[in-house]
């Protein structure tokens, strides 16, 4: 029976309690209340409350319809190539004035008409989608080599323990290393992957622009990710593996069940609640990646991997908006803890 | 027939293996290899399998440069005052908080369990910004020139790097889980002998709790070493500077491939050590974090 102690209780916590107040608590709540302000970091100007307008700013999308460019008859200009010419959003008229402060996220073509949708901080949406995109091909690339491994270090023959320990070495390796390292084996001209693929091509000059191009950066960071995070995972999946009860795959086999059949039938059921904790804690990690878009790619280019926690820094510190950071990073919050809330139920009704 | 078969995939293990291997530890063996080589061999190499070598001409010259135009003893100093400081105090305060949640009956401690538990969930991403906007307006005693004197804020400091990462809720949960599993009945025979509660935490379930302890001091030392986002907000200066902004710094401003590669093998050196010598307790807190969460 443990002793009733008031005193004693309060004073075992209370180191913790202040610290986590100070660090954790204090500035959860700051930050609440200065999303609805216009502070800034280093300012004289007096700081005022201005509402959700944070917020709206943005949220805020828009959708309208891109006139043809005119000329002074009223005959539609077209480009030197024989394309139909756009207004620009300033030229159309008459304007609304709250589409002022739009900017286009996305034109697109609808028969012989353009449109296009409108928002107030583009990037943010482009930094949302780019968000989702990393976690959308992290997560099973990451989580399906993790497990592999584990099986592969699973496996009862010599050695097992070097490999799992060789395997796990990039996650002690620090991040931003390994961003550094990989920035260099990406290199379009000297990069060690360039030159490997060339060598298996023939191709001897071969020069991807892995980083630089808009389609392949996101992905580059994928692997780049994967390589550096996989061994955690792999450890979590092995415990998982090894808490199975071997008597299970004995009665399988005895059923006549192959290889494949006992996969699916003992090992993922046996590791359900394992998956479940290694998909929520990876699907958090994803979701806040920084610091390989900060040293790799700046964001670039063209915004293509600007993340969610990229855009808030880059607003919020760089550009010392803080109370516009602060809302990206509450907005970010409510996304992570609606994906993981979300995961956890679908993974504790399954079962 | 059997054993036949069985070499016969025991073959194609090994060589799945074997490229995994090179896959994992490749670019790790790379900037070590290309550490100690000039950049122009550095580039040659790049066509064979000497690029993951120390082969050909090695020389020094890569860590002497980096020593001559950075202040890396200085980051380095910086970096282990703070991951020290914070792996000390983090052990003891987590440590405390836990005993007392685990063995003290008092009023408000469910409400505390699920307040450490809600805090779980807030990734420090989110609080980085308002945090930073905190301890900017933070006055703060400083040392300079050889007298102290008051400052308008926390930024360039190094508490501001210790302070906010002591507590943690993660480590509470390690602990307190860790607690659950130690015998109340070591307690009571202590308190038979008249040992007080405190007694109690530091003689009794302390000495007990070694595994969760190097748990404990593995998360925060890992944590503290590649401090990133903070220090970026909030060092501007070198002199409290750590090394991982230290080296993105040195990174972003120098074309030597040789020299950033001397620079990363020398930050990574305190964590592979300290992998190499408490591997079984890597491994151990890694899986047991999984099981229990």
Redesign the interface.
């Known amino acids: 029976m443990n002793p009733r102690s008031n005193k004693w209780g309060w004073l075992f916590a209370a180191p913790a309690l202040a610290l986590l107040f100070f660090a954790v608590i204090l500035p959860f709540a700051v930050a609440v209340g200065m999303t609805l302000t216009n502070q800034r970091l280093l300012s004289p100007n007096e700081v005022d409350f201005v509402g959700g307008e944070n917020y709206a700013r943005l949220l805020s999308l828009g959708f309208t319809e891109i006139p043809l460019k005119l000329d002074e008859g009223g005959n539609p200009l077209v480009s030197s190539a024989g394309e139909p010419l756009y207004q620009s959003l300033r030229e159309i008229k008459p304007s609304p004035p709250e589409q002022a402060s739009f900017q286009i996220l996305k034109a697109f073509d609808w028969g012989d008409k353009r449109y296009a949708v409108l928002a107030k901080d583009p990037v943010f949406w482009r930094a949302l989608f780019n968000t989702l995109y990393f976690v959308a091909l992290v997560l099973p690339i990451q989580l399906c080599t993790a497990l592999g491994l584990a099986l592969l270090v699973n496996a009862n023959l010599p050695g097992r323990t070097t490999f799992r320990t060789l395997f796990f070495s990039p996650v002690v390796t620090s991040m931003v290393v390994a961003a550094i390292v990989w920035t260099f084996l990406y290199n379009e001209n000297a990069g060690l992957i360039n030159r490997l693929l060339g060598l298996i091509t023939g191709q001897e000059n071969l020069a991807i622009n892995w980083l630089g191009s808009e389609a392949l950066a996101m992905p580059s960071i994928v692997i780049m990710s994967t390589w550096q995070g996989a061994g955690f995972q792999m450890l979590i999946f092995l415990a998982g593996l090894q808490s199975i009860n071997s008597e299970l795959y004995e009665a399988a086999k005895l059923d006549g069940a192959n290889a494949i059949q006992r996969f699916f039938n003992v090992t993922l059921p046996g590791l359900k609640n394992t998956l479940v904790f290694v998909l929520i804690s990876t699907t958090i990690a994803a979701f806040s990646l920084f610091i390989q878009v900060d040293i790799m790619t700046n964001g670039g280019p063209n915004d293509s991997t600007a993340t969610l926690i990229f855009h808030a820094i880059r607003t919020g510190y760089r550009e010392q908006d803080v109370a516009y950071g602060a809302s990206i990073a509450v907005v970010y919050f409510i996304l992570v803890l609606g994906v993981a809330l979300l995961q956890n139920k679908l993974g504790g009704r399954r079962g | 027939m059997d054993s036949k078969i069985e070499r016969k995939w ?1 073959l194609i ?2 060589l ?2 074997a490229f ?2 090179v ?3 490749g ?2 063996a ?2 070590v290899a290309s550490s100690f080589k000039s950049d122009p061999q550095i ?1 040659e190499d ?2 064979s399998a000497r ?1 993951f070598l120390p082969v050909g001409e090695l020389s020094l010259d890569n860590y002497r440069a980096v020593f001559a135009k950075t202040p890396l003893l200085l980051y380095f100093v910086n970096s282990m005052l703070i991951t020290l400081i914070t792996v000390v105090l983090g052990v003891l ?2 440590s ?2 836990a ?3 685990q ?7 469910k409400l ?1 369990l699920a307040l ?1 538990l809600a ?1 779980l ?3 420090f ?10 301890v ?1 307006q933070l006055p703060a005693i400083g040392f300079e020139a050889g007298q102290f004197v008051v400052t308008g804020s926390w930024f360039n400091s190094l508490h501001v790097q210790i ?5 943690n ?1 993660f480590c ?1 949960f390690l602990f307190y889980q860790f607690f659950k599993d130690i015998p ?1 009945d070591l307690d009571d025979a202590a ?1 038979i002998d008249g040992a007080g ?2 007694s109690i ?1 530091w003689r009794i379930v302390m000495p007990n709790a070694k595994p969760v302890i190097a748990t404990a001091s593995i998360v925060l030392f ?1 944590a503290m ?2 401090q ?2 903070w220090p ?2 909030v060092i501007q200066g070198q002199d409290t500077r750590p090394v ?1 902004v230290g ?2 710094q040195f ?1 972003g401003r120098t074309t030597a ?1 040789g020299e ?2 001397a620079y ?1 093998t020398l ?2 050196i305190p ?2 050590t ?2 190499i010598f408490f ?1 079984r307790q ?2 151990q807190s ?6 229990k ?1």
């Open positions: 025991s293990y090994y799945v293996m995994l291997v896959i994992f530890v670019p790790m790379f900037m580039f790049l066509r690029a305060v987590n405390m908080a005993f007392g949640l063995r003290v009956h008092w009023r408000g401690q505390i450490i805090i969930v807030i990734p991403e989110v609080l980085a910004i308002p945090l930073m906007m905190i900017s302070i906010p990462f002591v507590a809720a509470i109340l308190r509660l405190f935490y890992l070493w590649n990133y986002l970026l907000l991982m080296i993105q990174f491939w950033v590669m990363a930050v990574t964590v592979l300290a992998f591997q890597f491994v890694v899986a047991g974090a999984g099981l969460g």
